[in-house]
Nanobody
Framework: QVQLVESGGGLVQAGGSLRLSCAAS????????MGWFRQAPGKDRAFVAA????????YYADTVKGRFTISRDNAKNTVYLEMNTLKPEDTAVYYC?????????????????WGQGTQVTVSS
């Protein structure tokens, strides 16, 4: 089993920045592909970004490309989502997710483990 705990959410003004963290435990972190998803009120959960086990490959939704950066520190068992130039439409609960790296780096919801989520609210 893998446990994931997100942190770093909060309230920020449009144009501001936040950095989300997701700490993993229960399994060797470098065996995991990691992803970030978000769910806004009344909407389906949506892919945001993903990263392979080494950090050498990253993937982004078009809506966040150029503004968000995903990274990981395998020594700290943590994946990050740096969010810049935030917009009100980025308001959502953000979830991190993990999957065995043998199955690639999904950009859909095909992850085995999910965190509890952290709220990000961007005011206009």
């Amino acid at each position: 089993q893998v446990q994931l705990v997100e942190s770093g959410g909060g309230l920020v003004q449009a144009g501001g920045s936040l950095r989300l963290s997701c700490a993993a435990s229960g399994r060797t972190f470098s065996t995991l592909s990691m992803g970030w998803f978000r769910q806004a009120p009344g909407k389906d959960r949506a892919f945001v970004a993903a990263i392979n086990w080494s950090g050498g490959s990253t993937y982004y939704a078009d809506t966040v490309k150029g503004r968000f950066t995903i990274s990981r520190d395998n020594a700290k068992n943590t994946v990050y989502l740096e969010m810049n130039t935030l917009k009100p439409e980025d308001t959502a609960v953000y979830y991190c997710a993990a999957r065995n790296r043998l199955y690639g780096v999904p950009r859909n919801g095909a992850y085995d483990y999910w965190g509890q989520g952290t709220q990000v609210t961007v005011s206009s």
